[in-house]
């Protein structure tokens, strides 16, 4: 499966982006999908991911209660709605796809180019 991630830009603090994740290959909804994010001179951490049908959804605490992950599966699209934005939220987001809805990043079999989200404050 292809994986592109659109929908970054510069936001200010306090705002709302909603990126999109586009699916193309094999059957999309025979995957889970994750969010990642990388910021500059860090590793890339896990940021929310949701299961085959959309019915469970995981985040980490550092987002919980301001982003929001879903999919449609008949646009083979995950989207990552983000509200509340903070500069800490700037990093590089990837989105992934995997058989099952976990943190670990090597549980994902595909991932995206990412999108650049850049939160001023």
């Known amino acids: 499966v292809q994986l592109q991630a659109s929908g970054g830009g510069l936001v200010q603090a306090g705002g709302s982006l909603r990126l999109s994740c586009a699916a193309s290959?094999?059957?999309?909804?025979?995957?889970?999908m994750g969010w990642f994010r990388q910021a500059p001179g860090k590793e890339r951490e896990f940021v929310a991911a949701?299961?085959?049908?959309?019915?469970?959804?995981y985040y980490a605490d550092s987002v919980k209660g301001r982003f929001t992950i879903s999919r449609d599966n008949a646009k083979n699209t995950v989207y990552l709605q983000m509200n509340s934005l903070k500069p800490e939220d700037t990093a590089v987001y990837y989105c992934?796809?995997?058989?099952?809805?976990?943190?670990?990043?090597?549980?994902?079999?595909?991932w995206g180019q990412g999108t650049l989200v850049t939160v001023s404050s």
């Open positions: 992934a796809a995997g058989s099952v809805a976990v943190v670990r990043e090597m549980a994902y079999d595909y």
């Open positions: 290959g094999r059957r999309f909804s025979s995957y889970a």
């Open positions: 949701i299961t085959r049908s959309g019915g469970s959804t």
